[in-house]
T-cell receptor, first 114, second 111 residues
Framework: DGGITQSPKYLFRKEGQNVTLSCEQN?????MYWYRQDPGQGLRLIYYSQIVNDFQKGDIAEGYSVSREKKESFPLTVTSAQKNPTAFYLCASSTGQGEAYGYTFGSGTRLTVV | GNSVTQMEGPVTLSEEAFLTINCTYT??????LFWYVQYPGEGLQLLLK?????DKGSNKGFEATYRKETTSFHLEKGSVQVSDSAVYFCAKHTGGFKTIFGAGTRLFVKA
């Protein structure tokens, strides 16, 4: 079955460390997205990518970086510059811009700073 | 502004009660509208959608009608079950690669 796989499910980061969250999809979707979710809040867009080797900043890109070297993969790095990284991170993908069929989401990675 | 506003939760209902979760949006162009559901510890799943005015989206007993005149997309279900307990997000696609999500409404259904 097609879908999006995020790993790991839980991740712990020490102060000053960079960590990378994995996102892989086998839906043949061109567009991929990273969202951050904080308790009791909606989703905020970090980065998105329309096609391979191209990505754009979302609303809260500071302290994060991404790459899109393959269509299937869109990893997110949370750098030490991100001062409050504890959150639930969601990866999504869409066919086209998502206007017709919405987004398919992964099951998320919960990142905690220790 | 460009926003989606949902009723605040939590919403607590008894099993078999009628559910309404209100959602309104700012009218910028002709957005597509969506409802997503999130179960504990999981990602969001698309529940239903409507892409133009007066369309009704439906799935698993849930329905929502795209009301352009009131800029609303309220979610309804005639008889909720305990398994419907989750957080529900209203969203609109604003064009380009951008979807605006509401803050979510948590639903608790008691047996």
């Amino acid at each position: 079955d097609g879908g999006i796989t995020q790993s790991p499910k839980y991740l712990f980061r020490k102060e000053g460390q960079n960590v990378t969250l994995s996102c892989e999809q086998n839906l043949n979707h061109d567009a991929m997205y990273w969202y951050r979710q904080d308790p009791g809040q909606g989703l905020r867009l970090i980065y998105y990518s329309q096609i391979v080797n191209d990505f754009q900043k979302g609303d809260i890109a500071e302290g994060y970086s991404v790459s899109r070297e393959k269509k299937e993969s869109f990893p997110l790095t949370v750098t030490s510059a991100q001062k409050n990284p504890t959150a639930f991170y969601l990866c999504a993908s869409s066919t086209g811009q998502g206007e017709a069929y919405g987004y398919t989401f992964g099951s998320g990675t919960r990142l905690t700073v220790v | 502004g460009n926003s989606v506003t949902q009723m605040e939760g939590p919403v607590t209902l008894s099993e078999e009660a009628f559910l309404t979760i209100n959602c309104t949006y700012t009218a910028t162009g002709y957005p597509s509208l969506f409802w997503y559901v999130q179960y504990p510890g999981e990602g969001l799943q698309l529940l239903l959608k409507a892409t133009k005015a007066d369309d009704k989206g439906s799935n698993k007993g849930f329905e929502a009608t795209y009301r352009k005149e009131t800029t609303s997309f309220h979610l309804e279900k005639g008889s909720v079950q305990v398994s419907d307990s989750a957080v529900y997000f209203c969203a609109k696609h604003t064009g380009g690669f951008k979807t605006i999500f509401g803050a979510g409404t948590r639903l608790f259904v008691k047996a």
